[in-house]
């Protein structure tokens, strides 16, 4: 950790060191004699998460905590999707969720605005209280990441992760589930996604590798797959490299015959992974031989170019946060092996009003 501390050259360098902290600081906040404190409607029965770019990924994460955590139904939809959707009906028993680092996003205000005009109920994640999306919803969470300067989301990111944990765990509590498990674990989630600052030479290794190449692909299964999309947009906003996500048991209907001109991939594979996704990989392995990046946490090994593996936690915010925290800083390191301006990348800015 040291390394990287005294080599902070860019503000998305040092936007990605400060992710532990903030992220411990919004559990400090909101978590409270083992209990979330968050202002939620108790008769939640659907979420719908609307969202563009990063924000998206982590939406999709999201409905993962909320079916997993909440037992709840829950939905994600671009946010220009939704705006261009004339068949939208508004639910008055669903919840709708609202990503906006700014607060200012364009399409997912706008989407707030035509909901709340309906008699939805809205609910705002943003980093911003002094925002058109924060004074729309009816509820709110502030992430309290402070100002990202650079373009790439990076602390907005885990903290909207995070924002969208302890949403689900409330919801959870709200309904009389047992979260103790989740609520044990919960502080020491800063402490673990800080050990994985220590992975400075694999991370150097695989971008020094990478960064040879003009497009790859990234694949992952399930959340593995939003991480997947997450790492793909990231490379692309910093390196300009073409890189495009896939479903892991997608991306073998076809989309793998890219691998007979392009001879690498990320894999990103975590622990209890399916038999499915062991057999999916043997059969890329065996049909295309290509030299992987995998970013894992399984003891098991799996047969790979360059490995970068991170300590095996058994909380899913850790597993989750410690893989954004790679995939970011391996974009970052991509970028500057290439002498890319990372802050300020060519005909990119946040899309606000």
Known sequence: MAFWCKKQKTQMEIEILEQSMVVGALIEKYVKNYAVVLDMPLDVKNIKIIASGSSYNCAFIGKKFFEIISGIDASVEFSGEFLCDATRKIDPDTLYFFISQSGETYDTTSAAKIVKEAGGRAFAIVNNENSTLWDLCDYKINIDAGVENSIAATKSFSASLC??????????????????????????????????????????????FLSKYDAFPAIGQGINYALARECALKIKETSYIDVNAYSM????????????KIDTLIEIVTSGYLDFETKTLSKIKKDYNPKSVVITDCEEDIDAKIAIAFPYNEDILVKILSVVFIVQMLALKIALKLKRNVDKPQGLNKVVN
């Not at 924002?163 to 674990?185: R, S």
């Open 249 to 260: 048991g997608e991306f073998v209907h076809g989309h793998v015959a890219i691998l007979n």
């Open 163 to 208: 924002a969208l944990y302890l949403c689900a765990l409330k919801i959870a509590q709200n309904k009389l589930k047992n979260v103790a498990q989740y609520m044990k674990n919960i502080k020491d989630v800063e402490k673990n996604i800080s050990s994985v600052l220590d992975l400075t030479l694999d991370i150097d290794k695989a971008a020094n």
